[in-house]
């Protein structure tokens, strides 16, 4: 019955965290509305609500910058005091380009929602009403790209920056640690804050005071420059090309196009984007040596040698070679994602687990995040590794089965006694959301499974 209890669980999880409007990423640490987030649990909905899943992308939306940024939070002005950063630390309305009435951050995240509108479309079952509204969220999502395309190549080669480490969605990975370390940041130099996340999940789970000095640091350049994109170009100090995101804005360009072609609109100017993007990242962040993409530091102009999950996600959206995805699933199978011979560690723990960072029960410096897993099982199965896409979709629901639907997980299947391998917050929106979408996908497996694991 594992399957079968499973998406029944998922499916309550994400009723538990709709508001109304959207869907809270958790119940305590994560109150309002966060960017990608909203994307991945969008694409749980489809399968089963389409109302839930087109409303989840409106509300998101609701906070776009007049130059076509989605920012990477929308705040729902009755949670301000659960949470920090509150808007008060953003003050978007130093930039001219924020919008009135709707409270948001002024940075943005991985750009998913191309690729949650178009599933979003495929999976409905009203035809005509998808397709509604697949022609209004279009315009809205092309202008978001431009945005990227626009202020955030400024080489103009088809790889854009991210200003912060919380616009990665990865925020405290090992791969930001040289970049903050030149920060130099007397506590004199930044707002006074406290910080709330600690107040639910334990601290070694969470980044360090350090590292939030920094992000918050990063912030005041934001505002005090009234989040002048050529300016923050000039002054900030964190300025990072991660193959991630720019593998996200790919999937999503090849998404858009899709979504451009069923509605009958021209595709080409994201097709150059596509094109660019994709020949960027292999001339650019492909590193022959560790056989995967590193993150490229603008400010210093050099590439960032640190060994995140992150350099594997090209595979999601079809960018390596056939013989660079064969290099990239030896890496992958190696100890430094797959810990020593026999079936240790689940599939796949975001930092490389011989590394001296790595720590399997810090947030983004080593445990298994269920979103990096989706996104690797559909690029297993892109470039015809089957039997290993769908182990590792086996071994992720059973993770999930065995230890609960939380924000992260301890990579290790023999655990210490009486740790816990679930970690961060519980009743974790997007764990619920891709196990729904792993459970539909295979239905013809999954409606069998459903009855018997
Ligand atoms: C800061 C909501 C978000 C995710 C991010 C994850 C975490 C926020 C935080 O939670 O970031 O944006 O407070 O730590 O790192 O990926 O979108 O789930």
């Not at 480490?165 to 990865?170: F, M, Q, Y």
């Not at 506590?187 to 005071?209: E, G, L, M």
Request: one cysteine or more; glycine letters at 6%; proline letters at 7%.
């Amino acid at each position: 019955m594992i399957n079968g209890q499973l998406l029944e669980q998922a499916k309550e999880v994400l009723d538990g965290n709709w508001t109304g409007d959207y869907t809270k990423p958790a119940p305590d640490l994560y109150p309002h509305q966060w960017n990608w987030d909203s994307g991945f649990i969008a694409i749980g909905y489809s399968h089963y609500s389409q109302e839930k899943a087109q409303q989840e992308l409106w509300s998101l939306f609701r906070g776009q910058w007049k130059n076509g940024m989605v920012p990477h939070m929308v705040f729902n002005p009755d949670a301000i005091d659960q949470y920090f950063p509150e808007p008060d630390l953003w003050q978007i309305i130093r930039s001219p380009h924020a919008p009135k009435d709707v409270q948001t951050s002024g940075i943005t995240m991985p750009p998913v929602h191309a690729t949650a509108a178009l599933q979003i479309y495929m999976n409905a079952d009203d035809g005509e009403k998808a397709l509604h509204f697949l022609q209004e969220i279009f315009p809205k999502i092309y202008a978001s790209h431009r945005y990227f395309y626009l202020y955030r190549d400024p080489l103009q080669e088809g790889l854009v920056y991210i200003c912060h480490p919380w616009e990665s969605g990865t925020d405290n990975s090992p791969t930001w640690d040289p970049i903050l370390k030149r920060i130099n940041v007397e506590s004199a130099d930044i707002p006074a804050y406290r910080r709330k996340d600690v107040d639910t999940v334990p601290a070694n789970q969470r980044p360090s005071d350090d590292d939030y000095d920094r992000y918050i640091y990063l912030v005041d350049v934001f505002r005090q420059n009234s989040y002048d994109e050529i300016t923050i170009r000039e002054k900030c100090p964190f300025l990072v090309q991660d193959p991630m995101f720019n593998s996200l804005l790919a999937k999503a360009n090849e998404d858009l196009i899709e979504i451009a072609g069923i509605l009958n609109q021209d595709t080409k100017e994201i097709e150059d984007w596509h094109d660019q993007t994709k020949k960027a990242m292999n001339n650019k962040l492909w590193n022959t040596g560790s056989s995967n993409y590193l993150a490229y530091d603008l400010v210093k102009d050099e590439p960032i040698p640190m060994q995140a999950l992150s350099g594997f996600i090209p595979l999601f959206a079809g960018i390596p070679s056939s013989t660079q995805a064969q290099s990239l699933v030896e890496r992958l199978n190696s100890p430094g994602f797959s810990g020593p011979p026999g079936d240790n560690v689940f599939m796949f723990p975001s930092y490389d687990m011989q590394a001296r960072e790595f720590d399997a029960h810090n947030y983004w410096r080593g445990p298994v995040w269920v979103n990096m897993s989706w996104m690797l099982y559909h690029g297993l199965k892109r470039y015809g590794f089957t039997e290993k896409a769908d182990a590792l979709r086996e071994d992720i629901l059973s993770m999930v089965n065995r230890f609960g639907l939380y924000e992260y997980f301890s990579p290790y299947k023999n655990l210490s006694k009486g740790e816990a391998g679930g970690k961060g917050a519980n009743q974790f929106s997007w764990t619920a959301a891709l196990c729904i979408d792993m459970l539909y996908e295979n239905s013809h497996l999954a409606v069998n499974d459903l009855a018997d694991d």
